[in-house]
């Protein structure tokens, strides 16, 4: 049986830091310049703002989530694509909000770019064949 790349490993670790609230954690996975695709509109973000750069901006919209959302978990399904800098993964987005009365589950694909060993650049897709496109047009 095949073993993890050390990149796809890196993200398994921040994706379960961040499900257990755990922001230090996970972003020490990221690269300091990260750069954050927003996956899909949700209450109490900002309308016109989709990518978040940086260690501190990606900390103040995961902060802004976790304060209305009692539980947000990210786990990937399924590894479409593991290459040294590159990860194309299906994963599944699962929240409650109390607050709002409100349950959310959803698949969201994800291309992943690593860099130095940490998470580089992350944008959501809504299919397979989007994030399989996007992974072949940065190659």
Partial sequence: ??????????????FDAFSRRDLDESLAEM?????????????????DKDIYRG???VRELWESLLEV??????????VL???????????RFTGRSTRHGVD????VYYVMEVQERTLRRVRP???????????RVDD
């Fill in 1 to 14: 049986m095949p073993t993890e790349s050390e990149s796809l490993e890196l993200v398994r670790r921040g």
């Fill in 31 to 47: 690269h300091p310049e990260i750069e954050w695709h927003v996956a899909f509109r949700m209450p109490d973000l900002p309308p």
């Fill in 55 to 57: 260690r501190q901006e």
């Fill in 69 to 78: 959302w009692d539980s947000l978990t990210i786990e990937v399904e399924e």
């Fill in 81 to 91: 694509e593991d290459r040294d800098h590159l990860l194309v993964l299906r994963t």
């Fill in 104 to 107: 959310i589950e959803r698949v």
């Fill in 125 to 135: 897709f809504e299919s397979r064949a989007e994030a399989l496109e996007a992974a």
